[in-house]
């Protein structure tokens, strides 16, 4: 048997190969370019997102500061109202103060015990009577503590009604330390400028 040699022009085959591999390498290059650019973005949104995660963290954080610097006012204001309340129970409140109509109140505890008409020829009847309700008050309270507040305003007092109160109040001192009843006093001016 004879062979029969078979001529392949291997050239245009190498070329249709080349061609081949070419269009490989190009869509391997698209692929690649687009794939580091899903990267790129995937990369960015991941950092923005964990700026983000950042932020919130940032900002829970905050929230919960608040929170506890809330929790810690309202634990606060509570101390403070159970002191107060314990403070009021255990204390009498005597509040002294000019009426605008001309005459002196005397209040304890919210309530008015009484309204003393000040006479400006003579004070004696406002001066004994605020003296003697006072005085009384001392008396008969059981509390283990008196706060005795002076309210007025310096636009609206006449001086002789001011020193006619400061000298009850003195007196009023004086007598409350000689029965040893501890007594604090407390003057207060309301004038708004």
């Not at 973005?41 to 932020?55: D, I, K, N, P």
């Not at 009426?99 to 919210?110: F, P």
């Not at 000040?118 to 009577?129: L, V």
């Amino acid at each position: 048997m004879k062979r029969r040699e078979i001529f392949i022009e291997l050239t245009s085959l190498l070329d249709v190969i080349l061609i081949m591999l070419f269009i490989l390498l190009t869509q391997a290059r698209t692929r690649t370019a687009q794939a580091l650019d899903t990267a790129a973005l995937a990369e960015s949104s991941a950092r923005q997102l964990q700026s983000e995660l950042t932020a919130a963290y940032s900002e829970q954080d905050a929230l919960r500061a608040a929170a506890d610097a809330e929790k810690e006012r309202a634990n606060t204001l509570q101390r403070e109202l159970w002191t107060e309340n314990l403070v009021l129970d255990n204390s009498l409140l005597l509040t002294v103060s000019v009426d605008r109509a001309g005459g002196i109140r005397l209040e304890t505890e919210g309530k008015s015990l009484a309204l003393i008409a000040y006479d400006w020829a003579d004070d004696t009847y406002a001066y004994n009577r605020l003296r003697g309700l006072l005085l009384d008050e001392l008396d008969n309270t059981d509390r283990e503590a008196v706060f005795l507040v002076f309210q007025y305003d310096r636009a609206r007092i006449y001086q002789a009604e001011y020193r006619m109160i400061e000298a009850v109040i003195q007196e009023v001192k004086r007598e409350a330390r000689e029965q040893d009843i501890p007594l604090s006093f407390l003057e207060l001016d309301l004038f708004e400028a």
